[in-house]
């Protein structure tokens, strides 16, 4: 089973991801700390023009003049105004002017003159002069920075992620039968698929322990009643003759531990049955036929074809089940068999009827040498096929309707 995302490949991706990350924003920085300390080197070469000029100026007691050609000191002339609009009252900035970048700073003289340091730096802004190749530089180191990261994240990756991918192939290999793209979903990874397998393990060994005590029970419940009869009579036959009317109930009790053996059994594997589409109303045909002839007094009013979805077996050993109880307990043999807004319904006659639930456990009809377990299996095997039962009891009938998971149409 292939793993449409992995967790190898996640990785590398986000570290990738951070890797460029962190490498532009260092890039950033750089380029932004070019600029501050250009600019700072050119203000401190001003401030140390402006300190000497200011002394020059104190002590010859004339204008002095900057010992750079590059820098003018405006005192008792005016500066320019395309000057002065740009400098505007600020001690110490800089502004462009027609292609050209300046720095200023205004020097404060002793004899209480003022005046205005201009310095035309463009030729200094080495970093301008150089920016092409540092942008080239920096791309070049950002392409080996993602290189590195991608080769580093990749062996990081599979260092981490081989044994859990190793677990995981391990895994799915064994458990073909799980439907892991409805467990885990489309976008997964080999962990998601991991969790999902176990869970679903848990899940089914849970529901496996849980049919397990019920079968256990179920067992130690159903089968003592006619265990009993058989045990009893046979402890009667050392001291009397074996009357046919013994023989009789000794063949029933035998009966009752096959249907009992039988529906225990395809209980305890209803869980893992597999689902399919079929005909109800040939399965129901079946188990009429086979009971022969005390099926003469059954009456069948059925559609000619019942089209519903669940396991076939399981169905016709519930067909059986109700169609034997339902003449065991008839007051006069008769049933009657019909479909009905998508209920199939198995009504006879009753002498007595149920005091409480039949379809719990324990809750028998008046008179049944029985333990009230038939109906009770009957619907939990209904049940694990995902089909609905329910008792109506009205005017002396008892009628058990099926609700079947419909297949197609029924017609």
Known sequence: ???????????????????????????????????????????????????????????????PVPSSPMMQLFIAREAPQSFKARMGE????????????????????????????????????????????????????LVVSVALAVLFAYRL????????RKLTES?????????????????????DDLVAVVEYSLTKLNALL?????????VSHELRTPLTIIRNQLALADSRNIQPGDVAQMQEAVADIERIVQSLLALARAETSERE?????????????????????????????????????????????????????????SLDIFYEDGHLRFANPATSLPTGDPLQPGVAQHGSQGIGQGLYLVQRILQAMHWQCRLEVADSRFCVSVEPTPGGDTR
């Open 277 to 333: 589409v079929f005909e109800l109303t040939a399965v129901i045909e079946e188990s009429i036929i086979v009971r022969e002839p005390r099926a003469a007094g059954i009456t069948v009013t059925l559609p000619e074809r019942i089209i519903v979805q669940g396991n076939r077996q399981l169905a016709a050993l519930v067909m059986g089940n109700l169609i034997d109880n339902a003449l065991n307990h008839s007051a006069d043999g």
């Open 157 to 164: 990756a599979a260092y981490t992620t081989g044994p859990i």
């Open 1 to 63: 089973m292939m793993i449409r995302s992995s967790l190898a490949r996640r990785i590398t991706l986000r570290f990738v991801v951070f890797t460029l990350v962190l490498s532009l924003v260092y890039s950033a920085a750089a380029v932004v700390i070019a600029y501050i300390a250009e600019d700072q080197v050119i203000d401190n070469l001003l401030e140390r023009e402006a300190q000497a000029l200011a002394q020059g100026y104190t002590a010859a007691g004339q204008e």
């Open 210 to 218: 849980e049919r397990e005590q019920a079968f256990n029970k179920d």
């Open 90 to 141: 600020a001690s110490a900035g800089e502004f462009s002017l027609e292609g050209r970048h300046y720095h200023f700073r205004r020097i404060r003289f002793a004899l209480g003159d003022a005046g205005v340091l201009v310095a035309d730096v463009t030729d200094l802004l080495s970093f301008s002069g150089i920016r092409s190749d540092l942008i080239l530089m920096s791309v070049l180191a």
């Open 171 to 191: 895994v799915l290999r064994l458990s073909r039968q799980y439907q892991i793209e409805e467990l885990a979903g489309h976008n997964r990874t080999e962990l």
